[in-house]
């Protein structure tokens, strides 16, 4: 009895044509999209300011109007997060369009995320609820189930528990599908989608233009195979699902609102072609807390890149930037907040303008917008012909924009009223976790032998032989780093320790930084604390997402045995 899952958003602006793609692709049971992450929060609380009508995601209604008949008639289930901040608004939407559009469909809800009023000062405040209320209106016979802020796994857990019959407690099964769902949640990242070895599968004849969005065949006992429609391009490999299976986690205890997934249980293997087995999970009880995603506007931001050409780029920078600091210094209020920031994009004896110049970049914060405005502004434009040989900004400043804080806070299950709203109107109150377990990290598990030493090495980038994810969890950011043979993650285990990775990433050297190996993937998970400040929409560096890190780990050199290259 096989439940076949599939996703068709991983983001709020994802692929429009996905949902038509995988409803006429294949053979399917369950159709989910995830369109929320913690900046998608922050820009529909900002929608809601404006409208409180509003707070959902209406490129989901646009999809829908293209692909409702086409879901009826395939008997395929829908559930979304796309509801956001406002998700009784998008279902009542969605049944005025099945309505205009003549098609019976019978459509759910699940709420009681929003804690916005219990945290003054936030645009929103939601918590992670797990998948039992999603569980519920498809018990009861929903088409369409329509979740707020879930998390992104819950809407494979859901439906799994409404499927197999699961209840509470059966955390093995339960873990499986949390496993399942957080390979699928960011649709093609699972397929060859940001994948670190995309040369070499293009190489091998793998047509990565346009990925197919990735399914479950999910069953009763948790178990899985990670896979594609048929003809979609991309590819599933136990490489691909490791990438996605390290991404945005960080221990060995992935935890949830309904388990505790260890990701140090989780056993991959290929199963034919474009086919990828999971199977061993083990679960534990979830935290007695649930995790509340804060949302709130933390002030203005501004900034000027000055474009610093040809030579002397050190003394230009210098010029400049203790000019700014003088002029900021006499105004009337001082920004706040003030970061500089030396991009040496130049070369020597460049054949081209752009790659003779380097950047220099300032980004100013204050809670007030007008000293981030023209205090900054006047002072970048007034030294257009006071400074440097060659001045000019890659764009003229403008005003001072808001920018956003994300924080995580913790409140008891009981404290979040989660219910079903189903699609005849009756509320199914969906009671907490019973059975709970206070968070820690496992044991560290026992490495391999080291590799043999003594034999050639070559000096060389790492992401010759490991490749590598990176993501963002409000202010702090992972890298996973994973290899393909045992004898490469003997290297690994014993090389990539907690220092090498500060020396070869400097910017985390006065950071926070844990290891946690993984050994049945043959992985390492970094975490580091407070590199992305107080979150994406904070715009705390270059990349605030931390999407590139594990890329720029990978580029850094290392003594790597010749055997493995």
């Not at 061993?280 to 935290?287: H, L």
């Not at 910017?507 to 975490?527: D, Q, S």
């Amino acid at each position: 009895m096989t439940l076949r899952i599939g996703n068709a958003s991983g983001f709020y602006g994802d692929r429009f044509d996905a949902l038509r793609e995988m409803l006429t692709g294949g053979e399917l049971d369950v159709l989910t999209g995830d369109y929320l992450a913690e900046l998608t929060m922050l820009i529909l609380g900002r929608d809601r300011l404006k409208d409180s009508g509003a707070g959902y995601a209406r490129t989901f209604l646009r999809q829908l109007e293209d692909c409702l008949g086409l879901a009826r008639e395939r008997d395929v289930r829908i559930v979304t997060n796309a509801g956001g901040l406002n998700p009784a608004g998008l279902a009542d939407a969605v049944r005025r369009l099945a309505d205009r559009l003549g098609i019976p469909v019978r459509v759910a809800h699940v709420e009681g995320d929003d804690l916005t009023a219990a945290h003054p000062g936030s645009l929103a405040a939601h918590a992670y609820l797990g998948g039992f209320g999603i569980a519920e209106c498809l018990r009861a016979g929903a088409d369409i189930v329509v979740t707020g802020r879930v998390t992104d796994a819950a809407l494979v857990t859901g439906p799994a528990a409404a499927h197999f019959g699961w209840r509470p407690g059966e955390y093995d099964r339960l873990a499986g599908a949390v496993v399942a769902g957080h390979v699928l949640e960011c649709g093609t990242q699972a397929t060859g989608g940001n994948y670190a070895f995309f040369a070499e599968a293009a190489a091998a004849g793998r047509d990565l233009r346009r990925p197919g969005f990735p399914l479950a065949e999910l069953h009763e006992d948790g178990s899985c195979v990670i896979t594609k429609h048929p003809g979609t391009g991309g590819l599933v490999d136990v490489g691909t699902v490791t990438a996605q299976l390290l991404y945005e986690t960080g221990g060995a205890r992935y935890a949830g609102p309904d388990v505790t997934a260890r990701l140090d249980s989780v056993r991959l293997s290929q199963d034919g072609p474009d086919r990828v087995r999971i199977e061993g999970v083990r679960g534990e009880a979830p935290p007695p807390t649930l995790k509340v995603g804060r949302n709130r506007l933390g002030g203005f931001r501004n900034e000027v890149v000055f474009v610093l050409t040809g030579l002397d780029i050190e003394a230009k920078a210098a010029l400049v930037r203790e000019q700014m600091t003088d002029a900021l210094a006499l105004a009337k209020a001082p920004p706040a907040g003030i970061r500089w920031e030396l991009v040496r994009t130049d070369r020597p004896d460049a054949d081209t303008e752009e790659t003779a110049g380097a950047l220099l970049r300032l980004v100013v914060r204050d809670r007030d917008q007008e000293t981030v405005g023209r205090a900054l502004t006047g002072a970048a434009v007034e030294l257009a012909l006071a400074s440097y040989p060659g001045f000019h900004v890659l764009a003229p400043p403008g005003k001072g924009a808001p920018y956003g804080v994300f924080e995580d806070v913790y409140v008891p299950h009981g404290e979040v009223p989660h219910v079903a709203v189903l699609h005849d109107g009756r509320r199914i109150p969906v009671p907490p976790a019973q059975d709970t377990l206070v968070l820690q990290d496992p044991p560290e598990p026992p490495l391999p032998e080291p590799y043999p030493a003594g034999g050639p090495t070559r000096r060389a980038p790492l992401g010759l032989v490991a490749g590598a994810r990176s993501g963002d969890k409000g202010g702090n950011a992972n890298v996973g780093v994973w290899v393909r043979s045992d004898e490469a993650w003997r290297w690994l285990a014993h090389t990539l320790t907690v220092g090498t990775f500060r020396q070869l990433l400097p910017e985390t050297a006065e950071l926070p930084v844990t290891r946690h190996p993984l050994p049945n993937l043959r992985a390492l998970n970094f975490t580091v604390e407070g590199i992305l400040g107080e979150g994406v929409a904070a715009q705390h560096r270059f990349d605030p997402q931390a999407k590139a890190l594990g890329e720029w780990l990978r580029s850094r050199h290392l003594d790597i045995p010749e055997a493995l290259l």
